[in-house]
């Protein structure tokens, strides 16, 4: 990758990288946000299910919600384009915890954080490199995992990232949820979202939205929909057939070659060596 691309797609703030979709005036002004009571946000590193969870959130039928753009997506007028919601906001971020705007802590939002096993992750975000046109362009897989492991890439590390949740799984605002668990049984991880934002679901309920929340429902859906800009979850794109791809758990044993596996599993085991989140990982990761 040629430094001037990566330089024209991604800028730094506070360290962490951010695409150009987010303007650095805007995520200086993230704590002036006026966030409300029952606000949500959804949060998750880039590529781990994000779009899912969101889709979940909005087939609740009671819920009387609206989904909003990511906070950090666009420029400052997007904080007094959220002031003009009625209904309760569900907003969704890739921000890491320190960075959540300061009054989203202090006014106890709830907030949903969404994990994938960082294998998975990193190869579902090296294809976004490849395919989205918001970030900068990669050669290979290795060079890829090469600024993944060094935490080069947008949002910065996804160890740094999930141990900065870590730090407040058990806040009672915060619920944690795991992509490879919403796999093995999808309606018990509907029931913990729903029960989490205090809204009742019938049996019958659940298994609809465990219907329309199916990955070809919602990648053929993407395929037709493409570029509706206000249905945009991730702040890396507007283009929603760009991220339905195969959404299987696993996938990583297609691109790691032993080495790359190791040197991935001794940093793993290195920076989340305290984590009781990575217990939920190992098993598909390692
Ligand atoms: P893959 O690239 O591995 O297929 P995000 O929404 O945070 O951008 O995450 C995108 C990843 O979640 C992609 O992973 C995508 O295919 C997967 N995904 C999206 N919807 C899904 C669904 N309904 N079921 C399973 N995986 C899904």
């Known amino acids: 990758m040629s430094s001037l691309s990566q330089a024209n797609a991604l800028h730094a703030f506070q360290g962490m990288l951010f695409s150009t979709t987010s303007s650095e005036e805007l995520l200086r002004s993230l704590d002036t946000f006026d966030a ?44 007094e384009e959220l002031k003009m919601y009625s209904k309760r906001r569900v907003i969704p971020t890739h921000l890491s915890y320190n960075l959540l705007p300061l009054n989203v802590k202090q006014k106890q939002c709830k907030m949903i954080y969404v994990v994938r096993n960082p294998k998975d992750t990193a190869v579902s975000l090296f294809h976004y490199y490849r395919d989205n046109p918001c970030l900068p362009s990669v050669e290979t897989w290795a060079a890829f995992l090469e600024l993944f492991l060094q935490g080069d890439v947008v949002y910065g590390s996804w160890f740094d990232h999930v141990l900065s949740w870590e730090e407040h799984k058990n806040d009672k605002n915060v619920l944690i949820i795991f992509y490879e668990e919403m796999k093995k049984d999808l309606s018990e991880n509907i029931k913990k ?9 019938s049996d019958s309920d659940i298994s609809k939205i465990v219907e329309k929340v199916s990955f070809n429902e919602m990648k053929t859906n993407a395929v037709k929909e493409k570029c509706d800009t206000s249905h945009t979850i991730c702040a890396l794109t507007s283009n929603r057939s760009l991220v339905f791809r195969k959404g299987v758990v696993g996938d990583w044993i297609n691109y790691f070659t032993p080495r790359q596996k190791k040197a991935f599993d001794e940093l793993f085991t290195e920076k989340m060596k305290h984590s009781k989140l990575a217990l939920h990982l190992v098993d598909y990761s390692m």
């Open 36 to 79: 409300r009571e029952d606000d949500v946000f959804l949060v998750s590193y880039p590529k781990s299910g994000t779009h899912w969870v969101a889709e979940i959130i909005e087939n609740i039928p009671s819920a009387k919600i609206t989904l909003t753009s990511p906070i950090e997506l666009g420029d400052i007028s997007k904080l």
């Open 193 to 201: 979202i729903t029960t989490f934002l205090s809204i009742s679901l």
